[in-house]
């Protein structure tokens, strides 16, 4: 067994900025599995399948192999990644969890306009008819002709609308103004800058700017201001002072904030269409159940059906900090599971400070944790079974499988006995889903 000193120098090379140092060191790491000679805890329920990766934001700066691995070594039962409009990080997480042997699912998350909740704020506060969104179990990040053009607006939009909050901060905090192209794209591993990349750029450039601490700090108390004694601790934490430049200049009512409309985000219906002809699964992203969008479970829930949603996240911790949000917690839920609606939970990740899994022993989320289970087994089973065409709400699933509490079970099943080494050596694939269910049921792992 490798000692965890000599694990260090290759644990950090998974954070390498070079690609080829993180392959290099990823190869390393699955022949140490391989061997049983990387420790490990033991495999149980926790599982994490809404990661962002350094190809959005990263509040640790994790790279998609450094999650494969974390997920590998702490004995997670899944790993999901998701970054903000891109799908940049499908192909190296891919193939970093299938050389771990860990199940898996890579997603994409952006916002978009739901006309038919235009008049109130649903998931992202204070912008009615905006909705987080997400497309779960994608497979590759080659994409099908029919879906290239709208994955490159989906970016390009992205791009445009952090330069022009970066061009109206800029204005706002002057004389330190950033230059998008030098001192915010190097913070990224493909040009995907993010709100948060534009404040930790303005954090670094006025450390340059204001070399002092006295200088520093008399600069943010003006602009953000603050009293000159709370800004000289708030330059201290740079994680407190990011979110701070944040809420000031980018949230609503701060130099830098857009006000979206209809037209600033794909419908609904036009990222649905091309989360499904990728092969993937369109999933609601559940906030909190406070806003007047959530409040009425029911029609949030059957709108989003309708629309070809055909799963639910949540971010549990949202859900912790009160009584009524642990209530709303459950209401959705047992809403989900009347409706036989697969749940599927993360942390996001997309901030310092955030967990790296979520305790599904603790309270309030224990009652929950076969749901939660459940959830991460059939998003694993559709990426494993996505390889032969045959995901989650593919042809061959509505015709095998038209019902939801059958289909969850046999992609259930598909992500609790199987991993990706284990789907590769099944050869001869029947067509017949009974077949099929005679191959798992005989499997004794």
């Known amino acids: 067994m490798i000692s965890k000193e000599e694990l260090k120098p290759l644990e950090q090379e998974l954070n390498s900025r070079d690609r080829t140092v993180r392959r290099n060191a990823m190869a390393e790491i699955a022949s140490l599995c391989r061997n049983r000679q990387l420790p490990s805890d033991p495999p149980g329920l926790l599982h994490n399948m809404h990661c962002h990766t350094c190809y959005s934001y990263n509040g640790y700066g994790f790279t998609p192999a450094e999650i494969a ?60 008819g905006v909705a987080y969104h997400l497309g779960l179990g994608f497979t590759s990040g080659t994409l099908p002709p029919c879906a290239k053009e709208f994955a490159h607006t989906l970016r390009a939009t992205a791009r445009a609308r952090v330069e022009l909050v970066c061009a109206l ?26 709100e948060r990349h534009l404040c930790q750029a303005y954090r670094e450039k006025a450390g340059q700017m204001f070399p002092t601490r006295a200088a520093r700090a008399e600069f943010w108390s ?21 979110a701070k430049i944040r809420s000031v200049t980018m949230k609503l009512g701060g130099a830098g904030y857009i006000m979206p409309t209809p037209d600033s985000f794909p419908t ?4 649905n269409e091309f989360v499904i002809s990728c092969g993937a699964i369109p999933a609601i992203a559940w ?10 479970v029911d029609r949030l829930l059957d709108l989003h059906q309708e629309k070809g949603a055909a799963m639910l996240n949540i971010i549990p911790d ?21 409706r036989d609606l697969p749940v599927i939970i993360g942390t996001e990740m997309n901030a310092p400070g955030q967990k790296l899994v979520d305790d599904i022993n603790a309270e309030p989320l224990r009652k929950h944790a076969a749901t939660f289970a459940h959830g991460a087994r059939i998003l694993a089973g559709h990426t494993l079974f996505s390889k032969l065409g045959r995901g989650y709400l593919s042809d061959w699933a509505q015709r095998e499988l038209p019902g939801r509490l059958k289909r969850n079970a046999f992609y259930a099943q598909l992500g609790e006995r ?28």
């Not at 609904?268 to 990222?271: D, P, T, V």
């Not at 889903?433 to 792992?445: L, N, P, Q, Y």
Request: charged share 30%; glycine share 6%.
């Open 69 to 128: 691995y974390l997920a590998r070594k702490s004995g997670w039962l899944a790993a999901g990644i998701i970054d903000f409009d891109v799908l940049d990080a499908v192909d190296e997480f891919r193939s970093c969890a299938e050389q771990l042997d860990i199940n898996y699912s890579c997603g994409i998350e952006t916002r978009v306009f739901v006309k038919e909740l235009a008049d109130m704020a649903i998931n992202s506060p204070g912008e009615p």
């Open 169 to 194: 901060v800029n204005t706002e905090l002057d004389p330190l103004r950033l230059d998008f192209e030098t001192d915010v794209l190097p913070l990224t591993p493909a040009g995907n800058a993010t």
């Open 268 to 271: 609904l219906e036009a990222f």
């Open 418 to 445: 199987f991993t990706p080494a284990r789907f590769e050596n099944v050869s001869d694939w029947p067509e017949e889903v009974t077949k099929i269910r005679m191959i798992i049921d005989s499997v004794g792992f």
């Open 318 to 338: 949202r859900n912790l900090g009160s009584a009524r949000c642990i209530a709303e917690l459950d209401r959705v839920i047992a809403a989900c599971e009347e």
């Open 287 to 296: 906030l909190h159940g406070l806003s007047a969008g959530e409040a009425d």
């Open 222 to 242: 003006g602009k953000l201001k603050l009293p000159t004694e709370d800004a000289e601790k708030l330059i201290d934490d740079p994680v407190r002072l990011e």
